[in-house]
């Protein structure tokens, strides 16, 4: 199966979960899980242990900045590498699962960075955006590598503002260039991956305790709502899924699928 899926969203919206119940769609073989958030146990207790046992999860713990230059962020970077290479290449593993690759994509900037800063001995802590070219292009070929070797790859994210550079007024009455919090949000990683993902959702919470005319009642009662946001075929944009699950929305996707095919779309 070569697909990759990807999503993001706030915490306790259920992306751990997701994740996991993309298990279900393999009879047999297993899910190796990148766990950068450590989340395994927030989520593994709402499966059965014939379906939990077949979720190997891997930990790679966030390495402090202020170790930069020590060489453990390339050590930390060099394990996951070695790990994803061999669940590529491992007949068992047939989905892989990166949890999250907002923090992925942190540890492959600084493991840049570190490298960078020793060979070149410049006083840096980031990179400057130009030079996430080189940390994007790793990336992308995670999630190319997954397709060549046809396993399905999941990938979710955490949740960030939107900020858009607006003019403002300053109390003097003089107008500054500032950035500007929208109130929307997008996903947390490299701003290419809605392109190499077949399917692109938004996880949030939403009250479902409503009444006949649609008002919220209390108490509220919260569950996780998907939003196709880069859909394959376009017919299924905006596209709400209560309660998501892998195969859910293969279910979704498929039927709309059948559809367009029909009418001619």
């Known amino acids: 199966m070569s697909e990759v899926l990807s999503y993001y969203g706030a915490e306790a919206t259920g992306k751990t979960t997701l994740g996991f119940s993309a298990i279900k769609a393999f009879p047999d073989g297993i899910m190796v899980h990148f766990d950068f958030d450590l989340g395994r146990e927030r989520a593994i207790w709402r499966f059965p242990k014939e379906l939990a046992d077949r979720i190997k999860s891997v930990r790679f713990a966030e390495v402090p900045t202020w170790t930069l230059g020590s060489g453990a962020i390339t050590q930390r970077w060099a394990s996951f590498e070695r790990t994803y290479e061999m669940a590529l290449n491992d007949p068992q593993v047939k989905a892989l699962f990166i949890d999250t690759a907002s923090q992925m994509h942190v540890l492959n900037a600084d493991e840049y960075l570190e490298n960078y800063v020793k060979r070149n001995n410049p006083k840096r802590h980031q990179l400057m955006q130009i030079e996430y070219r080189f940390p994007n292009n790793r990336t992308k070929a995670k999630y190319m590598a997954a397709r060549e070797a046809e396993k399905l790859l999941i990938v979710s994210h955490k949740e960030a503002p939107i900020y858009v550079e607006q003019f403002v007024q300053q109390s003097d009455g003089s107008m500054k260039k ?87 779309q």
């Open 178 to 264: 500032e950035s500007v919090n929208t109130g929307q949000k997008t996903f947390n990683g490299m701003g290419e991956t809605p392109y190499y993902a077949d399917q692109h959702l938004w996880l949030y919470l939403k009250n479902v305790n409503v009444d006949a005319a649609g008002k919220e009642s209390k108490p509220v009662r919260l569950a996780t709502v998907a939003q196709f946001q880069k859909p394959n075929p376009p017919a299924i944009y905006g596209v709400e899924l209560m309660a998501p699950s892998y195969e859910r929305i293969m279910q979704v996707v498929d039927g709309v699928k059948k559809m367009s095919m029909e009418s001619g």
